[in-house]
């Protein structure tokens, strides 16, 4: 690919931004036939996309200020991913502990109907009404149930770690994604067989232009390579205004928010919740999450801290007090301690620039901007601002309608039908994915349980990596929940660049608490094996990726670790 680009055999639309809205727009152009170049300053979902709530969400508080299309654009698309990457996207039933029985119903109103901006509590029955709203709106290719409503006994019955002041609880369904950087990578693979004429590169930084000549900087090698696109799509989401300030633009776009979510270990917590996430309001009149990941971690967050930094992804320790404050209310029997911390992550939410009070005012809503050519910048600029991770698809249409008008060419292909990635040839229903997953492991030869464990990371992708372990039996020497031909095989598959590369997105070790010194060792020498790196290259990807883990991820390397 770096020699295409060497070459100038490129296409006329460049794409800038390597995040979920970018890679959306990506695949419906190449769904359409229409070749982009694609380059992302990092790793691909690297960035906002990388610190997600990792939940696919209507967004049920934005019905109280009043965003209803969004909130029903939201749940259409939450239940199209639901069928079309149905290997990483799953139900997710989700419990709003209330306090009382009409607290907060004038004022939420009064949100609704746009009079005021400032939050305020929620008591039972406006919850109720928002999730009937909810249920309306979800209808559209609808697979999940409607929401029901318990009394605090009734609830408590159920999940005894629940507070005594809980006086009621609304559960609802949304759905929640278990790997959103695989998801992002798979959407760059489906696009790439569509159309011959795509092409995406991570670590390739779009630079300043002149007269239309766009530097383009390879960042493993620092060579510098020069494109002249007709179209620019700036999809760099919190590093819009960077980039478009290397074009020639001034003024602002976006006015981020940081949001922190930790990794807990809390075996005893996370089995009583019984795979329940608990969306509660705190003190502050902000909505935060405690969702169990699997039997023994807990995800939980978010804060709201505003920035102009885009690269300010280094969460504080107030932050992490913030996030355990709010949980000791909701959790009155439960402790929690930063030694508890396997996991945390922070990033900017690239929103639009707007004047609020507080930062959960502003719109998650997103926008196109257009700027036409101008003297001394011939190429067409459209601008990506705002945006969630839910309405990816809905956003990217919209963008390829305005291209393929520009292009004067007819949309040939809805995205909204296409499986995604891993979710092509995977059965959706839970028997046929059983058949599914003991043929695999009978054609194969691997072990059952080891192909269901496969399956439920790369879908039907699972049959790739099956026959590199049929094939190399090696196992890593404390590490069993990954192989060292697991490893092999996505290093010569999946573009990666750097070891934290394979740590941090095109696996979940890190996010699931996996990793130790001496794990980081033997998987950096798969990748060294695999990739060709020297000795030199091999010990400094393994010294940047540990400082990275330590001072970004808080992940303690010393420590014994499930394998």
């Known amino acids: 690919m770096i020699e295409r680009l060497r070459a100038g055999r490129v296409p006329d639309i460049l794409i800038v931004g390597g995040g979920i809205n970018g890679v959306g727009v990506f695949r419906d152009l190449a769904a359409q036939g229409v070749g982009a170049l694609l380059v992302e300053a990092g790793d691909f979902s690297s960035g906002t996309s990388a610190a997600p709530s990792r939940l696919i969400h209507g967004g049920l508080r934005y019905l109280e200020t009043g965003e209803a299309r969004l909130v029903r654009e939201s749940l259409v698309e939450r239940n199209l991913l639901l069928k079309n990457a149905?290997?990483?996207?799953?139900?997710?039933?989700?419990?709003?502990?209330?306090?009382?029985?009409?607290?907060?119903a004038l004022t939420a109103l009064a949100r609704f109907l746009r009079l005021t901006t400032r939050p305020g509590p929620k008591g039972l029955v406006p919850v109720w009404i928002g999730l009937k709203l909810y249920d309306v709106f979800g209808?559209?290719?609808?697979?999940?149930?409607?929401?029901?409503?318990?009394?605090?006994?009734?609830?408590?019955?159920?999940?005894?770690?629940?507070?005594?002041?809980?006086?009621?609880?609304?559960?609802?369904?949304?759905?929640?994604?278990?790997?959103?950087?695989?998801?992002?990578?798979?959407?760059?693979?489906?696009?790439?067989?569509?159309?011959?004429?795509?092409?995406?590169?991570?670590?390739?930084?779009?630079?300043?232009?002149?007269?239309?000549?766009?530097?383009?900087?390879?960042?493993?090698?620092?060579?510098?390579?020069?494109?002249?696109?007709?179209?620019?799509?700036?999809?760099?989401?919190?590093?819009?205004?960077?980039?478009?300030?290397?074009?020639?633009?001034?003024?602002?776009?976006?006015?981020?928010?940081?949001?922190?979510?930790?990794?807990?270990?809390?075996?005893?917590l996370t089995r009583a919740m019984a795979g329940r996430m608990l969306y509660f309001e705190t003190a502050?009149?902000?909505?935060?999450?405690?969702?169990?990941?699997?039997?023994?971690?807990?995800?939980?967050?978010?804060?709201?801290?505003?920035?102009?930094?885009?690269?300010?992804?280094?969460?504080?320790?107030?932050?992490?007090?913030?996030?355990?404050?709010?949980?000791?209310?909701?959790?009155?029997?439960?402790?929690?301690?930063?030694?508890?911390?396997?996991?945390?992550?922070?990033?900017?939410?690239?929103?639009?620039?707007?004047?609020a009070d507080v930062p959960g005012q502003i719109s998650r809503d997103h926008r196109l901007d257009r700027h036409g050519p101008a003297p001394g910048r011939p190429f067409e600029t459209l601008v990506l601002v705002g945006g969630k991770w839910t309405t990816y698809r809905a956003f990217g249409e919209q963008v390829v309608d305005w291209v393929l008008a520009w292009r004067g060419r007819p949309r040939t292909c809805r995205t909204d039908t296409l499986a995604i990635g891993g979710a092509r040839e995977l059965p959706r229903e839970a028997a046929e994915k059983a058949r599914w997953v003991q043929a695999l492991a009978q054609d194969?030869?691997?072990?059952?349980?080891?192909?269901?464990?496969?399956?439920?990371?790369?879908?039907?992708?699972?049959?790739?990596?099956?026959?590199?372990?049929?094939?190399?039996?090696?196992?890593?020497?404390?590490?069993?929940?990954?192989?060292?031909?697991?490893?092999?095989?996505?290093?010569?598959?999946?573009?990666?660049?750097?070891?934290?590369?394979?740590?941090?997105?095109?696996?979940?070790?890190?996010?699931?608490?996996?990793?130790?010194?001496?794990?980081?060792?033997?998987?950096?020498q798969v990748a060294s094996r695999a990739l060709g790196w020297s000795d030199d290259r091999t010990q400094a990807e393994r010294a940047e990726t540990r400082r990275l883990l330590q001072e970004r991820h808080l992940v303690n390397l010393g420590r014994t670790q499930p394998g």
């Not at 039997?295 to 992490?320: M, S």
């Not at 192909?451 to 099956?466: E, T, V």
């Open 86 to 104: 149905h290997h990483v996207v799953h139900p997710q039933p989700i419990w709003v502990p209330l306090k009382n029985r009409f607290g907060g």
């Open 139 to 268: 209808r559209a290719h609808q697979t999940m149930p409607n929401h029901r409503m318990l009394s605090g006994d009734a609830a408590r019955r159920e999940m005894p770690v629940l507070g005594p002041d809980v006086f009621g609880v609304g559960e609802y369904y949304d759905a929640r994604i278990t790997h959103p950087e695989r998801l992002v990578l798979e959407l760059v693979a489906d696009a790439e067989a569509d159309c011959a004429d795509s092409f995406a590169l991570p670590y390739v930084a779009a630079g300043a232009q002149h007269d239309g000549a766009i530097d383009l900087t390879d960042r493993v090698t620092g060579k510098v390579f020069q494109v002249r696109p007709k179209l620019v799509i700036n999809a760099a989401g919190a590093w819009v205004d960077r980039v478009q300030g290397g074009f020639g633009f001034g003024g602002r776009l976006i006015g981020g928010t940081r949001g922190t979510h930790l990794v807990i270990d809390k075996p005893d």
């Open 284 to 355: 502050d009149h902000r909505a935060c999450l405690a969702l169990p990941l699997d039997e023994r971690h807990l995800y939980v967050g978010t804060t709201d801290v505003r920035t102009d930094d885009p690269d300010d992804r280094n969460f504080t320790e107030a932050e992490i007090d913030y996030i355990f404050d709010v949980l000791r209310p909701v959790l009155p029997g439960q402790s929690f301690d930063r030694s508890e911390i396997v996991f945390a992550m922070a990033g900017v939410r690239p929103l639009p620039l707007q004047k």
């Open 444 to 524: 194969t030869g691997i072990d059952a349980v080891r192909a269901r464990i496969l399956c439920d990371r790369y879908g039907s992708g699972a049959r790739r990596i099956a026959a590199a372990e049929a094939a190399d039996s090696r196992q890593f020497s404390d590490l069993a929940a990954y192989t060292p031909a697991e490893i092999g095989a996505i290093c010569a598959a999946e573009r990666v660049t750097h070891l934290q590369d394979i740590v941090l997105r095109r696996t979940l070790m890190g996010f699931e608490g996996l990793l130790t010194d001496t794990r980081l060792d033997e998987i950096a």
